[in-house]
T-cell receptor
Framework: GQSLEQPSEVTAVEGAIVQINCTYQ??????LSWYQQHDGGAPTFLSY????GLEETGRFSSFLSRSDSYGYLLLQELQMKDSASYFC??????????FGGGTRLMVKP | DAGVIQSPRHEVTEMGQEVTLRCKPI?????LFWYRQTMMRGLELLIY????????DSGMPEDRFSAKMPNASFSTLKIQPSEPRDSAVYFC??????????????FGPGTRLTVL
């Protein structure tokens, strides 16, 4: 079967670093995507890991370990505007994504 | 590019009525996805089209839901009859470039459906 686990909520202060972990179990795994969604908005793409290792995009980095069925999103130099929900989503055949409930990140001053 | 366009943005209807949600994907994208988002269930994939053909509809909750993609620039999601538990935000997303595997999905602004 398929399963996806990430923390439901994380709180951090402005300027800090936060890591959002994701463990998954799925068949036909191609890679792991991360999406950001602000309240009232639509999900927007952040990153995609097809291979093991770290992908860096500005303040955000994403990591994947296929052997551990594990990934994380690292957000550095947190800003208030980073307050949002973050979804990890395994990619399956046909670029189908499996989303879960996401992690709600609250950044405090 | 205008991005993925969805209409209506908000829909309020009464139980038993037919609801039709519309989506125009980004030109050139060959994949189209319909999602539903609720607090209880998170973001769920309902159906996936590739080159206008339904590939996976295993997420469609029941026969009251149907989706079509008559051409590359238009898709509909229909609920008939609607029920209060169908209240949710429905997102359409498109992705992929014909002949190329792409990783990013582009989401539309969503349709907030309320069934009374």
């Amino acid at each position: 079967g398929q399963s996806l686990e990430q923390p439901s909520e994380v709180t951090a202060v402005e300027g800090a670093i936060v890591q959002i972990n994701c463990t998954y179990q799925t068949s036909g795994f191609y890679g792991l995507s991360w999406y950001q969604q602000h309240d009232g908005g639509a999900p927007t793409f952040l990153s995609y890991n097809a291979l093991d290792g770290l992908e860096e995009t500005g303040r955000f980095s994403s990591f994947l370990s296929r052997s551990d069925s594990y990934g994380y999103l690292l957000l550095q130099e947190l800003q208030m505007k980073d307050s949002a929900s973050y979804f990890c989503a395994p990619n399956n055949a046909g670029n189908m994504l499996t989303f879960g409930g996401g992690t709600r990140l609250m950044v405090k001053p | 590019d205008a991005g993925v366009i969805q209409s209506p943005r908000h829909e309020v209807t009464e139980m038993g009525q037919e609801v039709t949600l519309r989506c125009k994907p980004i030109s050139g994208h060959n994949s189209l996805f319909w999602y539903r988002q609720t607090m209880m269930r998170g973001l769920e994939l309902l159906i996936y089209f590739n080159n206008n053909v339904p590939i996976d509809d295993s997420g469609m909750p029941e026969d009251r839901f149907s989706a079509k993609m008559p051409n590359a620039s238009f898709s509909t999601l229909k609920i008939q009859p609607s029920e209060p538990r169908d209240s949710a935000v429905y997102f359409c997303a498109s992705g992929g470039v014909a002949g190329v595997t792409a990783d990013e999905q582009f989401f539309g602004p969503g349709t907030r459906l309320t069934v009374l």
